[in-house]
């Protein structure tokens, strides 16, 4: 798998290959710990520097840096909550994003990767839904309610934001790569110590097979492959052309694109950028030679304005236990409105 040097793909290389050299930063790792274990008690106990909003919030966050498939989970909870006849609004921060203004509501056919950044702008695609892009999460919240009547927020991302109070806290671990070294920043990829998963309320190991103590599995389903210039859309068992093909991921975790579509009997050579990358008609010359290109979902948000032919991206779904969405939902009742209460 080839890689764009970044000095991020590299930290998590060492840190979720157990480098011995990391224990010099030991001190700092240290000193990150305290800081965010006195923050995180600071807020717990002074209710009145959080804002709790009037209706549930469900935050899908980490403890750690990498991709945990936070996104396929927010889809996943906007589409089980409208299910269930629930209102459902989102709000992001919009890493990377630069809208006109602060608090921005996301319009899919208005707006650009460039100016919301690819995660909100391909859960808002994907799931039609209201969501709100700003740093401060608390005023996003604010907004959202404001544009449109819901009974519930999503909080993609956002675990650590404690100014933004919340109802369930949802944590996303890679099964493959666990916690790493177990360590916090800069030694390990931790935001907070691992002690932090005993106070949540719902684990989730992406790509695990079967529920255990440890969390609940979700595994990431392929969808269908959609050419990006004519909107083909192909099941992944019927794609007659050659298996050999280049492939994208701009992702947190690209070695999971490559095994997914291994999975589905492709040949891939993966080109792996910085998560959150931005491309331009040039980014892939040097190995568009005419074979199909294939990305991932989040990646084709920001090139739909200059794909080519041969470009397509694969959709996944998440896939969760019956287990898991009896534990969400038992947790979740707890806290609706009695006339947003859904009739099971």
């Known amino acids: 798998m080839r890689r764009t040097p970044d000095l991020q793909q590299n930290l998590l290389r060492a840190w979720y290959g157990h480098?011995?050299?990391?224990?010099?930063?030991?001190?700092?790792?240290?000193?990150?710990?305290?800081?965010?274990?006195?923050?995180?008690?600071?807020?717990?106990?002074?209710?009145?520097?959080?804002?709790?909003?009037?209706?549930?919030?469900?935050?899908?966050?980490?403890?750690?840096?990498?991709?945990?498939?936070?996104?396929?989970?927010v889809i996943w909870?906007?589409?089980?909550?409208?299910?269930?006849?629930?209102?459902?609004?989102?709000v992001s921060r919009g890493y990377g994003a630069r809208p006109p203004a602060w608090p921005w509501l996301v319009q899919p056919t208005r707006d650009s990767a460039e100016q919301v950044g690819d995660e909100p702008l391909l859960i808002a695609s994907r799931c039609q839904v209201p969501l709100v892009i700003d740093p401060d999460r608390p005023r996003a919240a604010r907004h959202l309610l404001e544009q449109a009547p819901v009974d519930v927020i999503v909080s993609d991302d956002g675990l650590q934001h404690y100014r933004l109070g919340r109802t369930l806290e949802l944590v996303m671990i890679d099964h493959g790569r666990g916690l790493g070294n177990g360590r916090c920043l800069p030694e390990g990829p931790l935001r907070e110590p691992a002690s932090r998963l005993r106070e949540v309320d719902l684990v989730v190991r992406t790509g695990a097979t079967d529920d255990s103590a440890d969390g609940y599995a979700m595994g990431l389903q392929p969808g269908e492959l959609v050419n990006m210039k004519t909107g083909e859309r192909v099941r992944p068992d019927a794609w007659s052309a050659p298996p050999r093909v280049q492939a994208v991921a701009g992702i947190g975790n690209p070695d999971r694109f490559r095994q997914t579509l291994e999975s589905l009997g492709l040949?891939?050579?993966?080109?792996?950028?910085?998560?959150?990358?931005?491309?331009n008609e040039n980014s892939?010359?040097?190995?568009?030679?005419?074979?199909?290109?294939?990305?991932?979902?989040?990646?084709?948000?920001?090139?739909?304005?200059?794909?080519?032919?041969?470009?397509?991206?694969?959709?996944?779904?998440?896939?969760?236990?019956?287990?898991?969405v009896a534990a969400l939902d038992a947790?979740?009742?707890?806290?609706?409105?009695p006339g947003s209460q859904p009739t099971h």
């Open 77 to 90: 909870l906007v589409e089980h909550l409208r299910n269930r006849g629930l209102r459902v609004g989102v």
């Open 267 to 279: 040949l891939p050579e993966v080109h792996a950028f910085a998560d959150h990358a931005q491309y």
């Open 19 to 73: 480098h011995g050299g990391l224990w010099l930063l030991r001190p700092l790792s240290w000193l990150y710990q305290r800081i965010a274990e006195r923050r995180r008690r600071r807020y717990l106990s002074d209710p009145a520097a959080s804002w709790q909003p009037p209706v549930p919030l469900i935050v899908v966050g980490n403890i750690t840096l990498g991709g945990t498939g936070k996104t396929p989970m």
């Open 284 to 324: 892939f010359a040097a190995f568009d030679r005419g074979e199909p290109l294939i990305m991932t979902e989040k990646d084709a948000v920001k090139c739909a304005t200059f794909a080519r032919d041969n470009w397509w991206y694969l959709s996944v779904d998440a896939i969760l236990s019956t287990e898991f």
């Open 331 to 337: 947790g979740l009742d707890r806290h609706l409105q």
